[in-house]
């Protein structure tokens, strides 16, 4: 079984498609794993201490390093990417920018990072009118817009309103929550949105921490992990704390998607997939591209990893890849859907075709994706 190994306290953060993106400082070692995983060393001059940010669009990841102006007293954040064959190159730097003593945070938007006070009373978080301090560029320096869904929220002392805006389809749902943890206070609270529309939030107490499950329906969900100050949380709706020098995942709450059933026919042979029913179905993530994806694909495992990735090729065509990792098999490590769909008037998907491929253990075959068979 295939692990991501942390030492120390580096870091840990998800891409867009749920990717786990790790930073170790013994090693200097960043390391997006994927299958296959992509990985550099982070050079010296960015610091005893660089700091996962934030990752953006076109596998460009953000940290916070050194700054490059001794005199400076706020950190500055790097643009690197972590492509394939391109790992490492820093294609941005923005001066000064960052905090180094937490009265302040950088926050994602569609635009890029915002700053978002630790302390003060704003009700809303990110300010609807905040600066951009940080746009999201590609591997080529260009300025891009992200397509991943965001997250706002507006306290106040009893409670807290959580809203999760999406491209496709375009809207916002919207939870209340009453916090468990001293949010009012502290900056953005911890909130990552979920495949299946939903959301998943950590909100840390003197010695625990609540993690908050919001479901696309509007209902919620807590539980409180003990003696746990910190974790990273996970698209799938889990998170990932550290143990010893492993990192790993736990599922607090049952899966509550409504799912077809054994209806997807998978064609080893031929590599494809076929969903021959899933155009009777009537659920909500009909209408949303991930959400159909991680629906269809089947509840995961605890100890495997998601990842789902979304990309509009026309007006009504899309093809979603959903790549499922860490399987519990001593020869395969992870297999791949790529489902193409068609987006009617009404907003529902349909099933056009889809593609199978699998990747294998090391020293057990291929280690990327087709459709041999591992040994």
Known sequence: MRAFLLNCTGGVIH???????SYDPNSRELVRHSTPPVGTQ????YGLWPWLYHAGPDDVVYLQVDPAVPAELGADIVAVTLADGDAGREIGRWADVANNVGDSELVATPDGLVNVNCCGPDAVRPAPDAEVLVPWIDRGGATVTSAAPTIHVELDVASMMIARTDAVPAGTREWNVRPAGDWLGRGMPHIVPTFDGGFVAAAYGGVDTTIIRGWPNGDIEQVVIADVLSVELDRSGR???ADGERLVRVEPFADRTVRPGEQAVVD???GTVSLPELDEISATWMTDAVALGDAVRGPLAVHEQRTIAAEQLSEFDWRVTITTSNLFDDSVFADRWELLLNRGDDG????????????CQPNRGHQDFDRTVCV
């Not at 891409?15 to 993106?21: E, K, N, Q, R, S």
């Not at 982070?42 to 001059?45: A, E, I, Y």
């Not at 529902?348 to 990747?359: E, L």
């Open 239 to 241: 998170f990932v704390l």
């Open 348 to 359: 529902r998907f349909t099933f056009v075709s889809g593609q199978w491929a699998q990747a």
């Open 268 to 270: 080893v042979d031929a």
């Open 42 to 45: 982070l050079p010296d001059d």
């Open 15 to 21: 891409d867009a498609d749920g990717t786990p993106i």
